[in-house]
């Protein structure tokens, strides 16, 4: 059992990865569960990533098999949640309410009438489950379920239940068969969330990533997109440990944060063996991931954006430090100072954790004259977003260039907002 | 001409805070009725922009503080007549006739929820009448008070009111409903613009109290176009070891170009003066020593700029739209005073440089408005003290004791090259926490 991937609060936030009621989080592009046991294992998948490749393999196989099979979800919404609650009424003896129909003849039971209601729909959802296994008869996991469902073909017929055969199928399913049962309603829930997941995969053209054994460290994809913007461009990221860090420039707007968000969404998606928006994509297993991109502006008054991002610096460096394999990203490091203050800060920390060749490091900053002071060492890709000029007007392509760009428009975004004729008026 | 002011400037100066933690607002919300905290919070949404307004609410406020005046009603007095003078429905109207046996009997049972609410509502306004006319013919609040108090005692002249202002001990049945056609139908409209005076007395008595208590002074407003504030010992009011700062600005003076290093106090002393002139626009006391100002038209603050905008803004140009939009209302010809906080922070130096120097000079034009630009491109410093001459340079300093930074939060003269930012990383041992994880790891 090897220990969950990590990933923190700010983390997750710089990412926007969990909340069910957050707009445009990551879980919500995966969201299209129909049952509230699918939507409680979906949401479990995304709170514990994996960090042992064989389990990540397996899962996404699973999804990519779904895929491939481009199946229905079969169960009937109302129905299911009436079996389900059935079957999870607890082996409570429903005798009582047997014997009570049967000794008040006339009278209208309100509890028989519930029990018969649940006991159909529970036979009604092992049958349409039966009928569901012909479309998976090469997937291991349906062995254990065929075997528990076609020992129920008998309940299937369509005579009118007497009394004593609800008392019969009554207890076979919420007493003999109770573990049976349970196993066969997390399978919905899997097959909910298998379903759900691979049609995201189909129709958004996600891929599945290949998990490898921790070392040696590798990272790669010939095309990484943001998964939740529709008009993302594609761009091939390589890591391994000869090569650690991306030190990454481009001017505002140029698309460096949403590059280092992509990346940092497609590799925890891809530890919890879910499809991820890069191709080809294969990545040794890490320990886990911490990001830096928006970090929390409205302090307490005396504390300086700085100190806030230097104390967040030294909480990720002890973590790289105790020896773990983590993915760490800094978007525009120690902004929160002035210009030779930043250069010295940047250049220190990149050099220093550049050395842990265990980790992988994605730094963005505007200060580019670090990036001529860090050529010296060869762990270092140099990465930039350009950004074209059509007559006075930006233009970005976000398509990554090798090297340390230049670019800067700042001045020409005030003169397009026309502030100091404004001013000089 | 209103005041104006938006909610990035009122969540920077934490004027009204949120969910009623720590505040400006909080400072004052003393009042005893609630007529009188919607008044408060209307003050702080509308502070004003004529100096003699200023001047005059100032001084009403000042006086109570110095006489030490006490509001002469009780809450319960206030909270029996809300409920009271709000029900204009005719059919709550006392019966004056001689109750019969029936509902007498039914009174001594209990007395319906109607009459009783007639009963406190008159009750209360007779004490109410009564404690205003002892209150005015008491010359209570002095000259500052004066226009206040003729007009109260214009109002209880009424020659309706007589009876009530002479009343003694307990009223009968009769004499109420009397009484409640006079207050509710009658004389509603009277009534309401007395209750509205008692309110503002609140409003003035409860400030006045507060400046005692914390030691604030009243700011002397100056009539606006001489574009100049005069703060000596100005400080944070919600901070409880405050340094206190003196500033002068003249037109000759207006751009102020404020450097430090990281928590050296730039931002606490940026909301201090912002704070101070915002109450001082008010007519409300300040957390200074002294201070006297010329009238703006607003005030605009850039202080924590939200930095989680969507995906394809950048910081950078979240800025640049905040500098358009205060270089629009400057276009308009209104009086502003502006503060930025590290300005042009969100982009690359070469870009902060020149756009900081651009738009210092375009400020440094508008020689009747204020402005306030905190930066850590001291760079920029040194080029526009040639190009302007009414651009004034301070900075918070820092002092070294040994390897800890110590700061005086003290403004002086000049343009600071203090950077510690490197020395606050080795303090935290980050460097050499990543050495020590590198050996242990072979």
Request: hydrophobic fraction near 45%.
């Amino acid at each position: 059992m090897s220990m969950s991937f990590i990933a923190d609060k700010q983390t997750l936030e710089d990412l926007n990865l969990l909340g069910r009621f957050k707009p445009n989080s990551i879980y919500n592009l995966f969201s299209r569960i129909k049952t509230t046991g699918g939507e409680q294992l979906l949401e479990r998948m995304f709170q514990q990533p994996l960090t042992n490749p064989e389990a990540i393999n397996h899962r996404s196989a699973t999804f990519r098999y779904f895929q491939q099979k481009q199946l229905t979800f079969p169960f009937n919404g109302v129905n299911f949640r009436l079996a389900e609650n059935y079957l999870n009424m607890g082996g409570a003896n429903s005798l009582p309410a047997i014997l009570k129909k049967k000794l008040n003849a006339f009278l209208n039971d309100d509890e028989y009438e519930k029990l018969l209601a649940g006991l159909k729909a529970a036979i009604e959802m092992l049958r349409t489950f039966r009928n569901f296994l012909q479309h998976l008869t090469d997937f291991n996991d349906a062995a254990a379920w065929r075997k528990t469902l076609s020992a129920l073909t008998r309940l299937d017929s369509n005579k009118e239940l007497t009394l004593l055969t609800v008392a019969r199928y009554d207890r076979l399913l919420r007493h003999t068969l109770r573990s049976e049962m349970e196993q066969l309603l997390d399978a919905v829930h899997q097959l909910d969330v298998y379903i759900a997941v691979s049609d995201v995969a189909r129709q958004r053209g996600f891929h599945y990533a290949h998990a490898l054994p921790a070392s040696p460290s590798v990272f790669h994809t010939t095309a990484l997109k943001h998964p939740a913007l529709d008009a993302g461009v594609a761009n091939p990221v390589s890591l391994h440990s000869d090569s650690n860090v991306i030190f990454l420039t481009g001017a505002n707007m140029a698309g460096k944060s949403t590059l280092m968000k992509s990346f940092g969404i497609a590799l925890y998606l891809a530890h919890m063996g879910f499809p991820v928006a890069a191709a080809d994509m294969e990545f040794s297993v890490r320990d886990g991931l911490y990001s830096s991109i928006n970090v929390p502006d409205n302090l307490n008054m005396g504390y300086s954006h700085f100190y806030a991002e230097v104390l967040r610096v030294k909480q990720v460096a002890a973590e790289v430090s105790s020896g773990k394999n983590l993915v760490v990203i800094f978007d525009e490091l120690f902004k929160g100072t002035n210009v030779k203050d930043a250069y010295d800060a940047t250049l220190a920390v990149t050099a220093a954790f550049a050395r842990y060749r265990n980790c992988f490091f994605i730094i963005s900053t505007h200060i580019i004259e670090v990036g001529n002071a860090l050529r010296q060492y060869e762990n270092l890709q140099f990465a930039y977003l350009p950004t074209l000029m059509e007559g006075t007007k930006p233009k970005y392509t976000y398509q990554l260039r090798e090297g340390i760009t230049s670019d800067r428009h700042g001045m020409m975004i005030i003169e397009n907002e026309k502030i100091l004729e404004l001013l000089n008026e | 001409m209103l005041f104006t002011t938006d909610k990035q400037t009122l969540e920077d100066l934490n004027i009204f805070g949120r969910y009623g933690a720590d505040s400006v607002y909080n400072i004052f919300n003393r009042t005893v009725t609630r007529g009188g905290a919607a008044l408060l919070e209307e003050m702080f949404r509308y502070p004003l922009s004529d100096h003699e307004a200023i001047n005059r609410r100032s001084s009403i406020i000042q006086h109570f503080a110095a006489a030490g005046t006490a509001y002469p009603f009780s809450a319960t007095l206030f909270d029996a007549i809300a409920a009271y003078i709000d029900n204009t429905d005719e059919r709550t109207r006392l019966t004056t006739e001689e109750q019969s046996i029936s509902k007498k009997l039914a009174g001594m049972i209990a007395v319906d929820g109607n009459t009783q609410m007639v009963y406190k509502g008159v009750h209360s306004l007779i004490e109410i009448l009564q404690g205003a006319q002892s209150f005015v013919s008491t010359e209570a609040g002095g000259m500052a008070y004066e226009t206040d108090r003729k007009a109260i005692a214009t109002l209880l002249s009424e020659p309706a009111f007589e009876p009530v202002l002479a009343h003694q001990g307990k009223p009968a049945h009769s004499t109420i409903a009397a009484y409640d056609v006079i207050f509710r139908f009658r004389y509603r409209g009277l009534i309401l613009q007395l209750l509205h005076h008692l309110y503002y007395l609140d409003v003035y008595i409860s400030v006045a109290k507060v400046a005692a208590e914390r030691g604030f002074i009243f700011p002397q407003a100056l009539p606006r176009h001489t574009c100049s504030v005069n703060a000596e010992g100005i400080y944070h009011p919600l901070l409880k070891k405050a340094v206190p700062n003196t500033i002068r600005i003249t037109d000759e003076s207006n751009v102020i170009f404020l450097t430090g290093a990281n928590m050296a106090g730039k931002s606490t002393f940026m909301k201090s003066l912002s704070i101070a002139l915002f109450l001082a626009h008010m007519g409300f006391p300040v957390a200074a020593a002294r201070m006297e100002f010329s009238v703006l038209d607003g005030i605009y603050t850039t202080i924590n700029l939200p930095d989680n905008l969507g995906m394809d803004a950048s910081h950078y140009y979240a800025e640049v739209l905040r500098v358009k939009k205060m270089a629009q209302e400057l276009s308009q010809g209104k009086q502003l005073f502006i503060v930025f906080d590290e300005l042009f922070r969100g982009t690359n130096v070469k870009d902060a440089y020149e756009a900081t120097i651009a738009i210092c000079k375009g400020f440094a034009r508008k020689r009747n408005s204020i402005f306030v630009i905190s930066t850590h491109i001291i760079e920029a410093g040194d080029v526009l003290k040639a190009a302007a001459a009414n651009i004034q340079f301070v900075y918070l300093p820092t002092r070294m004791d040994a390897h800890k930074p110590v700061y005086t939060y003290t403004l002086e003269n000049g343009i600071t090259d203090d950077r510690h930012g490197m020395i606050i990383i080795n303090n935290e041992g980050i460097i050499d926490m990543l050495k020590a994880g590198l050996i242990k790891m072979k």
